[in-house]
């Protein structure tokens, strides 16, 4: 579940899947594996039309209500 959080910047539907497949009893090590899978991942994900609707850290440059692939597409310019 935590690849699923990463990968598609949605870290409570990922929590919920795990709950309803594995029980209750997996609710919090669910949610903390896919909060940091989440938050470690940056601004990557498997849908490039994805807008942004909050920053992940403050020390990365990112305008809010850019598409993911917009992004990416930047920081490989400026990292050029």
């Known amino acids: 579940m935590s690849v699923l959080s990463a990968t598609t910047n949605s870290p409570i539907a ?3 899947m795990a709950v309803e497949l594995f029980g209750i009893d997996i609710a919090h ?13 940056g601004y990557r994900s498997i849908f490039p ?15 809010i209500g850019e598409e993911v ?3 990416i597409i930047s920081q490989k310019i400026e990292n050029w």
């Open 69 to 71: 692939e917009d992004i």
């Open 29 to 41: 090590y669910a949610a903390l594996s896919a909060v940091i899978s989440f938050l470690i991942s």
């Open 14 to 16: 990922a929590t919920i």
């Open 49 to 63: 039309s994805q807008i942004l609707a909050m920053k992940k850290s403050e020390l990365l440059s990112v305008k």
